[in-house]
């Protein structure tokens, strides 16, 4: 069990490493393309809101992989398409359990649901900061023009 939170944990803190590093990313995306915030069009604001949102997805995308290739180093899957939907499940926190992981292991599933529920949060967290500024200036930018 406790080998099970050595690894948990040292997964988790790597994905939150990673999350950092993609909200750098969103953000370095979101300021690149603040001429199309700072404008009128909430088409050219939605386009970069998208953007960012792809970009975040896309984060929690390769931290649940990372979980799926544990479980597959650990033994616990043949396969990386059964990993990785297992690794969603968790992650997701959905909590199908129709693929369980053995009793050695087991542990690892909760870790990646909190791990999940902690990522996900800082996604919507980080997408409404962007959501709100974006539509400041948008609005900003319209009351410019009256």
């Not at 988790?12 to 199309?36: E, F, G, P, R, T």
């Not at 939907?85 to 649901?113: F, R």
Request: charged fraction near 10%; aromatic fraction near 8%; hydrophobic fraction near 50%.
């Amino acid at each position: 069990m406790l080998m099970n939170l050595i690894i948990g944990v040292s997964t988790m803190m790597l994905c939150l490493v990673l999350q950092s590093l993609i909200i750098m990313v969103a953000a370095h995306y979101y300021i690149k393309h603040s001429d199309l915030v700072n404008n009128t069009s909430f088409k050219s604001t939605i386009i970069v809101l998208n953007g960012v949102m792809l970009v975040l997805v896309f984060g929690n995308l390769i931290q649940l992989t990372i979980w799926a290739l544990l479980f597959l180093a650990l033994g616990e899957f043949n396969q990386l398409s059964e990993a990785v939907y297992h690794s969603a499940v968790n992650y997701a926190t959905l909590g199908y359990g129709d693929i369980v992981m053995s009793d050695k292991h087991k542990l690892l599933g909760p870790l990646e649901s909190l791990n999940g529920i902690l990522m996900v949060g800082v996604t919507t967290a980080t997408l409404m900061a962007t959501f709100s500024d974006s539509m400041k200036k948008t609005v900003k930018a319209r009351r410019k023009l009256n």
